[in-house]
């Protein structure tokens, strides 16, 4: 049986989508076609999800590893 989902496994998850997210602003950059805007875009919206959820859930995001400016690369483009 598998363990429950506890803080670890959360930070490693959205840490994960992080790192992809901003693959995805890296790839925009250098190819700023339609299709990897709205990728970066996806994953966004993803984090930002995640990252209000927590907030609902007085849950502080920073404890599962969102840094300060987290959302600055999407928008320093």
């Known amino acids: 049986m598998s363990e429950p989902l506890n803080v670890d496994n959360m930070k ?4 994960s989508v992080m790192e992809y997210a901003y693959e995805s602003i890296d790839d925009e950059k ?17 984090l930002d999800t995640i990252y209000n959820r927590l907030e ?22």
């Open 56 to 77: 609902i859930c007085d849950q502080d995001p920073k404890d599962f590893g969102y840094p300060d400016d987290w959302e600055k690369p999407f928008f320093a483009k």
């Open 12 to 15: 490693y998850i959205i840490g």
């Open 30 to 46: 250098k190819n700023p076609t339609d299709i990897n805007k709205g990728r970066s875009l996806a994953y966004w919206e993803v």
